[in-house]
């Protein structure tokens, strides 16, 4: 299930966007309506399969991560920290790939 919609232990509502294999590859934000949270997935699947909107960062740990952002810079996700450089683009272009679908799987409660 690609994206997976949830409430975080603030009350807040964050998405991530899954592999097949259930694997998170982003993070969102917390957003503090789920209509906000809808709206960032919405434009994961705007901006996620062009390169332009990747930045690509070092942590302060010496591993590698990556941003997704926005046509306007905001951040729209965060990668986990992986070890490698090649890691962290493999995790790229896996977003890439996957951000498109339509597939929610909305774990809030909510309705």
Do not use: C, W
């Not at 603030?10 to 694997?23: D, N, P, R, S, V």
């Amino acid at each position: 299930m690609p994206y997976v919609l949830k409430k975080d232990k603030l009350g807040g509502f964050i998405f991530h966007l899954t592999t097949g294999i259930e694997q998170v590859v982003l993070t969102s934000e917390s957003y503090t309506q789920k209509a906000s949270a809808e709206a960032g997935i919405a434009s994961v699947r705007r901006h996620g399969p062009n390169t332009k909107h990747y930045e690509l960062k070092t942590s302060s740990k010496g591993g590698f991560f990556f941003v997704l952002l926005s046509s306007d810079g905001a951040i729209l996700g965060n990668s986990a920290i992986y070890s490698t450089m090649s890691a962290a683009l493999h995790g790229v272009a896996t977003v890439q790939s996957i951000s498109a679908t339509m597939l929610v799987k909305d774990e809030t409660g909510d309705l």
